[in-house]
């Protein structure tokens, strides 16, 4: 069979390395000129910092299997990412841990005497409805609003009511010192960047690669579509577009370090940009062989037209549109919809990973099998 996988990203490619190892003949087009989608990072030529082009992007995970198939594709080196916030003029560390409660409300309390304060400070709800009452549910009023009310809003452009209680739930709270922004086993970067990984993943026999290239030019037959792209773009909007935001990067070079650490948030809402990003601290094997620093501030807005999707927004009002989409896409022939923009979710690069590998177990035996290649592997 032959194959059009539309998106170069890592739900692409393996996929479309899946579908080649067994026999297939498959095509995996992009947009842009450059594979690894918002992943691609290159070097800084005025610095020589690894940057990531679109923003940091952090591997992590508990997942074996995703786990060894990266090792296959490049060298990682061990990284530790950690958070730093500014909020009312001082500095804190993130994710909320002993150190900041005791910090930010001047104690020094040990770890069950502070889980019973901030028990204290929570406002109880059976099933928080949106990230409001998630945060007021998990840390109380006066940490979320000094780390999570501005920033969340310079974030997502939305009252924290209009976002769904989820995106808060992905964040610890943790009533220790661990100040490791994430809890998995493995925690890693590509030595020689993201781009190099996927560039890798895609070099088998079979498999066809095209950049520059847009599905809607296509004039070529395929067996089945493999659409990794924004699912409401496929269907050209019928019912409306789906809200996504979008990132704006402004880029400064200095010498020596700026901030001494890879994330600096800040949370003020008063502060236009969310965080700022200092590059060479995400290779910290490296950081000390380059006499210049390169950083970005960022700035999230909505997505226009033109405009690269980051973050689908998943409004709490928006579940019928979506709905819409998924009954449309159910409905199609040959088609099927995977990773981010293709589902409609927040998935880390790790979960991208592993549901690609999933797809593309399924694809194989579906066909092997004679069965109908289903609209999506994971629901929307």
């Excluded at 995970?61 to 990682?76: D, I, S």
């Excluded at 991208?352 to 035996?365: F, K, N, P, R, S």
């Amino acid at each position: 069979m032959r194959f059009c996988i539309v998106g170069a990203g890592f739900s692409g490619a393996v996929i479309g390395r899946a579908l080649a190892e067994a026999g297939h003949r498959v095509l995996v087009i992009d947009t842009r000129k450059t594979v690894a989608g918002n992943c691609h990072s290159e070097r800084d030529v005025e610095t020589g910092v690894m940057t990531h082009v679109y923003g940091p992007h952090i591997f992590h995970t508990g997942n074996e299997r995703v786990w060894a198939y990266v090792q296959q594709f490049g060298e990682w080196a061990p990284y530790q990412h950690r958070v730093r916030a500014v909020t009312g003029g001082s500095v804190y560390s993130l994710p909320i841990n002993l150190l900041t409660i005791n910090q930010f409300f001047q104690k020094a309390m040990g770890p069950e005497e502070a889980r019973a304060f901030i028990a204290a400070k929570t406002q109880k709800f059976d099933q928080p409805a949106n990230f409001e009452e998630q945060a007021l549910n998990m840390i109380g009023p006066e940490l979320y609003q000094a780390f999570f009310l501005g920033y969340t809003r310079k974030q997502w452009g939305l009252d924290p009511r209009q976002l769904p209680a989820s995106i808060l739930k992905r964040l610890p709270l943790r009533f220790d010192y661990d100040d490791s922004y994430f809890a998995h086993p493995y925690q890693a970067m590509p030595k020689n960047g993201y781009t190099e990984i996927v560039k890798a993943i895609l070099d088998t026999p079979n498999l066809e690669l095209r950049l520059g290239a847009r599905f809607e030019d296509m004039d070529e037959k395929f067996a089945h579509v493999i659409y990794s792209g924004p699912i409401d773009r496929y269907f050209n909007h019928e019912f409306g577009r789906l809200g996504y935001r979008t990132l704006d990067f402004e880029t400064f070079r200095a010498r020596g370090d700026f901030q001494g650490t890879a994330v600096l948030n800040y949370c003020d809402e008063d502060v236009p940009f969310t965080r700022i990003t200092e590059h060479k601290y995400f290779a910290p094997w490296e950081k000390h062989n380059f006499g210049g620093t390169i950083c970005y501030r960022e700035f999230s807005r909505f997505c226009g037209a033109s405009d690269i999707p980051y973050y689908p927004i998943r409004q709490t009002d928006e579940e019928a549109m979506l709905n819409k989409y998924v009954g449309r896409a159910k409905a199609a022939n040959g088609v099927s919809f995977v990773g981010r923009l293709g589902s409609y979710r927040y998935l880390d690069m790790d979960v991208t990973i592993a549901e690609a590998l999933a797809a593309g177990d399924a694809l194989i035996q579906q066909i092997r099998d004679g069965r109908p290649i289903p609209a999506f592997f994971v629901e929307p």
